[in-house]
């Protein structure tokens, strides 16, 4: 969601700022801002705009502001709406304390009233303001003492008032009083240090670093850190000092282009044939004595053999993954399998059962509700003592270094690369060949099916990078002319079943997500028991019908909707039944496992024209964010 950047230093902030937010706008934002201690005058300059990030560098075209410390954001509104006076930095009263903050302060209201009380007007509606005005009170209750104006005694004034802060926070703050020093902290908000020769730069997320330095400091949960040029003091939440090896950033910085194609969503669903190829070759090996592939992880899955049930923790998109993946674990591998809402497991979590493996799935790696679920899950099991309750942890990313990353070692890589387009393609593709791993790997090890079986499987899945590249030829240009149709829809209903059900969620979102139209995905065999009453010509329905178990339903679902006038629109393979169709959007004949990992290809280009289409901001679709870190 919202990004952060703050630098201290010998250079420029302001060309480090604005790089680093840069980096950061494909997480979501609507609003943007900088605030710089001059060099020249020492007094905070700041500079904020409503919209895109080009609107503050026009802002900033002419701006020579000669200082070495600032701080930056990018904001997705929680409190107030996206206009200029609620865009970060935020400043006190005197403008002497600016604030960035990723997060919600659940107790803003409270101390606002409270400021208010003593005379202090406030300028924004967010919650971030109280934290510049709280500083600022306390600064000048230190200042009583005869304290130097320096970094530490800013570092007090902060550390004072996060005690009084509720909720979830990562907080950057400068101080005119102490103009080479920038204090941060964090909350169950991701927040990283990156190490340069003499200046620092910390950030919400690593690409915004990666240009920098490959040296990076991970901010823990509760910390603070006061940064100079002459290095970092972090303290953890009892004010003990800390010391600890930074580590290398395991990411190489990525070039960021659209090559050829019109939006970065188009060119992530072009990339799919790679990743399966990635996939393959990373995690599916043959063993050169048995010449039987296996899948094989950088961790040790001993532990997988005492496992008898899985919950698994996500949100969105990747909880649609996670659906999938409880099909092929319960129906592959014969364990049965939960999926749940990370927001929703915290406040209502299954019984403590032993031998439960626990699989968080967070594109990010810093989804809120998915760390904190996981973070309870660790501290219920351990509150067990038993040997058979300890949490055994598995987490499903793409980014290996982010906070799940450092608070689970069992990592499955899904080596997507950087997603840019706010709608997830690509990694929800890599989400699936996750799944599919895991399913073989615990078919292997339960031998829940037969060799022959497996190796099945195995083979179509290798056979998957031609398919998916022949799908993007297919339908590009035929969605594209589809989408046409589309301009004046309002509604349209998705129908799957059985491995498919969560592939008509996933169509449904992408639509919603994209393109502003209502969508919903249903269990084809559920359509006539409620939502048969929203059809008729103006409501199309997209089926998922894929030979196999439940495809004569499926096809008899169809025949239910076309019966009410409703415009039919087919994904399958052609075949006998679905001559039903008014327009099929064709998928190859294979095995039925593996359909979802082609059924979803064609969705994803027809969301992507039909948004192109109505000429939305497709890689950047209005109130949504690529990372969401808070509750």
């Known amino acids: 969601m919202c990004g952060i950047v703050a630098v201290t230093g010998y250079k420029k902030a302001l060309p480090l700022l604005i790089n680093g937010l840069e980096k950061l706008e ?23 705009a409503e919209g895109k990030l080009n609107n503050l560098k026009n802002n900033l075209k002419n701006a020579e502001i000669p200082g070495t410390v600032g701080i930056g954001h990018t904001r997705w509104a929680t409190h107030g709406k996206p206009e200029v006076k609620n865009a970060h930095p ?74 009084d802060l509720e909720g979830s926070y990562a907080l950057a703050v400068i101080w005119s009083g102490a103009p080479d020093s920038l204090v941060v902290a964090r909350r169950q908000a991701p927040l990283i240090i990156g190490l340069g020769e003499g200046e620092f730069i910390c950030a919400s997320d690593t690409p915004a670093i990666a240009s920098f330095t490959k040296i990076i400091l991970p901010l823990e949960d509760g910390e603070i850190a006061l940064l100079t040029p002459l290095g970092i003091e ?30 970065y969503m188009l060119k992530e669903i072009y990339d799919q044939p790679e990743i399966a190829k990635y996939w393959l070759e990373k995690y599916l090996i043959k063993d050169l004595k048995t010449s039987k592939f296996q899948i094989k992880y950088p961790f040790d899955t001993k532990f997988f053999e005492s496992i008898e049930r899985i919950e698994i923790v996500a949100c969105g998109t990747s909880k649609h993954a996670a659906m999938v993946g ?19 497991f915290r406040y ?19 989804t809120a509700d998915t760390i904190a679920a ?41 080596g997507a690369g950087i997603e840019i387009g706010v709608a ?117 329905v997209i089926s998922i019908a894929f030979p196999g178990e439940v495809f004569d339903k499926v096809i008899s679902n169809a025949q239910e909707a076309k019966a009410r006038d409703a415009y039919l629109i087919g994904v399958a393979p052609k075949c006998k039944g ?15 496992w593996i359909s979802p990992l082609l059924a979803i290809v064609p969705l994803q280009l027809l969301s992507y024209h039909i948004a192109a289409h109505r000429g939305l901001d497709v890689d950047q679709p209005r109130n949504l964010a690529k990372s969401v870190t808070v509750e």
């Open 578 to 592: 679905t001559e039903i169709f008014d327009y099929l959007m064709a998928i190859p004949s294979t095995n039925e």
């Open 424 to 540: 997830a393609t690509k990694t929800f593709f890599a989400q699936l060949l996750s799944f599919y791993g895991l399913a073989i790997k615990f078919a292997q090890i339960k031998q829940s099916q037969s060799n022959e079986t497996i190796s099945q499987l195995i083979s179509e899945l290798t056979k998957l990078p031609p398919l998916v590249e022949e799908l993007l030829e297919k339908h590009n240009q035929s969605s594209e002319k589809l989408a046409h149709e589309f301009f004046n829809i309002k509604d349209v209903i998705f129908l799957g079943r059985g491995i498919n059900y969560p592939i008509a969620l996933e169509g449904a979102l992408k639509l919603k997500e994209i393109s502003y139209i209502h969508a919903a995905g249903y269990p084809a065999g559920e359509m006539k028991h409620g939502p048969i009453a929203l059809l008729d010509k103006k409501v199309p």
């Open 374 to 414: 996981i973070k309870m899950e660790i501290q219920r099991r351990a509150s067990m003592g038993d040997e058979s309750y300890k949490p055994n942890l598995v987490a499903i990313t793409n980014r290996i270094e982010s906070s799940i990353g450092r608070q689970i070692s069992n990592i499955i890589d899904i």
């Open 234 to 263: 972090i303290y953890d939440s009892n004010n003990e000092r800390q010391y600890r090896n930074p580590i290398s950033l395991q990411i190489a910085e990525q070039v960021i282009d659209k090559n050829n194609f019109r939006h």
């Open 90 to 163: 935020h400043l006190d009263s005197l403008g002497k304390v600016a604030v960035v903050q990723n997060g919600i302060i659940e107790n803003y209201q409270e101390l606002k009233s409270k400021l208010e009380k003593e005379g202090i007007s406030f300028d924004s509606d967010t919650d971030t303001e109280v934290i510049p005005h709280l500083i600022q009170k306390e600064l000048i209750a230190l200042s009583q003492l005869n304290l130097e104006n320096n970094g530490s005694t800013l570092l007090v004034a902060v550390r004072n008032v996060i005690s």
């Open 26 to 48: 494909y997480r979501g934002y609507d609003s943007a801002g900088i605030a710089v201690i001059s060099s020249e005058t020492k007094n905070i300059v700041c500079n904020k």
């Open 326 to 344: 409880k099909f092929l674990l319960e129906q592959f591998s014969g364990i049965p399998t939960n999926v749940f809402f990370a927001s929703e």
């Open 348 to 366: 209502s979590p299954p019984p403590l059962l032993p031998n439960t493996l626990t699989i968080g799935v967070t594109q990010s790696g810093e």
